[in-house]
């Protein structure tokens, strides 16, 4: 069946440092990947996506990047802080079009040290 | 809005017991779907709806059941419990398929 691959499992970084935190996915189709934050106790909430018609998408600390050719795409947090401390669980969908449901990989600890 | 509701928060049962898990949307979300999600496992897909009176399984369907006979209702049906269906259960929504998943706060769930 298709698969998303997440590593590392597990991450920490000092404040103010960056953490990146890749995936592959093996379903070609696939044209939607999404990144969702999950503190403990939460909800999983969507913190940015990207389609495959582009290659880079930034919204302020946060970046994701996509090689659509390799089926990998990572996620970029630049200048963290410890409220970045979190689940980070990346997301690729199935089958294409806009219907298509998602799977996720098996999430990152992201562990910010002050 | 509410967004996206589910009760209960905490459930534990027996093995055997059959409950169901309430999940309710007030954002006119055509799709919404229920996961669940186990230690080092990730968020997994057990059945999702694309509109009222259409379901469909997901990746993980054995031992659930689900129906859709409103826009704004999913509630998914445990029918006899085992301690594998231990795990926390979220229901999500969106307007279109998987993008823009709003998630519930969740029901954990206990099978003893």
């Known amino acids: 069946g298709e698969n998303v691959e997440q590593h590392p499992s597990t991450l920490s970084v000092q404040e103010g440092d960056s953490a990146v935190i890749k995936c592959t996915y093996s379903d070609s189709a696939s044209n939607y990947f999404p990144w969702y934050k999950q503190e403990l106790g939460k909800r999983p909430q969507l913190i940015i996506d990207i389609r495959s018609n582009v290659g880079e998408k930034k919204d302020q600390r946060i970046a994701v990047t996509l090689n659509k050719t390799a089926k990998h795409f990572s996620l970029h947090i630049t200048e963290t802080q410890p409220e970045d401390s979190a689940v980070y669980f990346c997301?690729?969908?199935?089958?294409?079009?806009?219907?298509?449901?998602?799977?996720f990989g098996k999430g990152t600890k992201l562990s910010v040290k002050p | 809005n509410a967004g996206v509701t589910q009760t209960p928060k905490f459930q534990v049962l027996k093995t055997g017991q059959s409950m169901t898990l309430q999940c309710a949307q007030d954002?006119?979300?055509?799709?919404m779907s229920w996961y669940r999600q186990d230690p080092g496992m990730g968020l997994r897909l057990i059945h999702y709806?694309?509109?009222?009176?259409?379901?469909d399984q997901g990746e993980v369907p054995n031992g659930y059941n689900v129906s859709r006979s409103t826009t704004e209702d999913f509630p998914l049906r445990l029918l006899s419990a085992a301690p594998s269906q231990t795990s926390v259960y979220f229901c999500?929504?969106?307007?279109?398929?998987?993008?823009?998943?709003?998630f519930g706060s969740g029901t954990q769930l206990s099978v003893l």
């Open positions: 997301a690729a969908s199935v089958g294409g079009g806009s219907q298509g449901n998602l799977i």
């Open positions: 999500a929504s969106s307007y279109s398929g998987g993008e823009k998943l709003f």
């Open positions: 954002m006119n979300h055509e799709y």
């Open positions: 709806s694309v509109g009222a009176g259409i379901t």
